[in-house]
């Protein structure tokens, strides 16, 4: 009987083995290739995803509205979800461009009075005495107090043109990413089995729990965290109108960023200090008792909204939105959640591989 080749001798298994590796090697250019095409509208495309998946109770309610026309439900959502965004984004840049245009004639004309500090503020530890002195000199010399600062407020100047650029490059990717989900709305069932059926391919038998699991974390943290973050910066916009702040609508808008850190109170406590020393006693007063409502309400609300119908733990999504958020921007809101609530479902599986999970343990 002949002596079996070995595999590194034999014709047909190295035949196989250079055959195997030019089809992986083309796969992996088509796939390096077709991602760089792609990555341009790769976060436009996920954040229409996202949209989309938390849009849809309401997207479903228009279209049962229409007698089930889904395609013209996608487009009047499409439609009034573009007015939504661009709506306010003309009426923000519009206020800001009037505001700068005062403030210009007015440092121009030599008209702006920065009123005197308050009695006290010089006691304030580490920042009271400077803050006093520079405030006090503003108020007498507002031209000589701002050149003491210029190198920072040139720095600031070009952070905030940067920062202009950047929020008109979102706009765009945002109404992008609008279409896109009307898009992924009007084949929704199409793209349900879709997703599915790639969740399953990936996770096996549980990838349809896990598919389920990432479309419900997505729209709690739409509702537990930019929902909380959009009421509170909405009533704290509401506060700074009523109280006539100057710039209003931005700060309302640097309120959104930062409740979405759960830092809202970095903007409340200077635009309180501010009112207090230019308002009325009492109007000061109310403003402080508003303020600390908007800065409290997020825990009352987040408990109610944030993990409600999710398996994963409400601080599991917590944390995963917000350490995605200081990772990768608002887009990791959703992403970090999502990542941490499937990695914390995997680590149970395996963890309790072949044994009922510790919810059912502990009711047994």
């Known amino acids: 009987m002949a002596p079996l080749p070995s595999p590194a001798t034999d014709p047909i298994f190295l035949s196989r083995i250079v055959e195997a590796t030019v089809r992986i090697g083309v796969l992996v250019v088509l796939v390096a290739w077709c991602l760089q095409i792609v990555w341009p509208f790769l976060i436009p495309v996920i954040w ?26 996608a487009t009047i959502f499409t439609l009034l979800a573009l ?17 700068a245009q005062e403030l210009a004639t007015d440092l121009r004309d030599g008209t702006v009075t920065v009123p005197v500090p308050p009695e006290g503020i010089g006691q304030w530890p580490v920042i ?23 190198p920072q407020l040139r720095t600031f100047a070009s952070w905030l043109l940067s920062a202009a650029a950047g929020v008109g490059l979102g706009i765009l990717q945002f109404v992008f990413s609008i279409i896109t989900a ?16 790639i969740a399953t391919r990936l996770a096996g038998g549980r990838g349809a729990e896990l598919a389920d699991l990432a479309h419900m974390t997505i729209r709690s943290v739409t509702r537990g965290i930019l929902g909380v973050a959009l009421i509170q910066a909405l009533l704290a916009g509401l506060g700074f109108l009523v109280v006539g702040l100057p710039a209003a ?93 499937l990695g914390y479902e995997l680590f149970l599986a395996w963890l309790y591989q072949g044994q009922p999970l510790a919810e059912e343990q502990g009711e047994s």
Not at 182 to 197: E, K, T
Request: proline fraction near 5%; aromatic fraction near 10%.
């Open 249 to 341: 609508g931005f700060l309302a808008l640097i309120c959104l960023v930062f409740a979405l850190i759960q830092s809202i109170v970095i903007v409340l406590i200077p635009t309180v200090i501010y009112v207090f020393a230019t308002a009325d006693p009492v109007v000061a007063a109310i403003f402080l008792i508003w303020s600390l409502f908007v800065g409290l309400i997020d825990n009352i609300l987040k408990p109610i909204l944030l993990g409600r119908g999710v398996k994963a733990p409400m601080i599991v999504i917590f944390l995963g939105a917000i350490g995605g958020f200081l990772a990768f921007g608002i887009i990791g809101l959703f992403v970090g959640a999502v990542v941490l609530a």
């Open 48 to 73: 229409g995803v996202i949209i989309a998946i938390a849009a849809y109770p309401i997207y479903h309610r228009l279209q049962v509205a229409l007698g089930g026309r889904r395609k013209l439900a």
């Open 83 to 99: 007015v939504l965004l661009i709506g306010p984004t003309i009426l923000l840049a519009e206020t800001l461009i009037t505001s």
């Open 182 to 197: 009307g898009v992924l709305l009007a084949q929704a069932q199409p793209g349900r089995r879709v997703a599915y059926a």
């Open 128 to 150: 009271g005495q400077p803050l006093e002195r520079f405030w006090r000199l503003a108020s007498v010399n507002l031209e000589q107090a701002l050149g003491e600062i210029g």
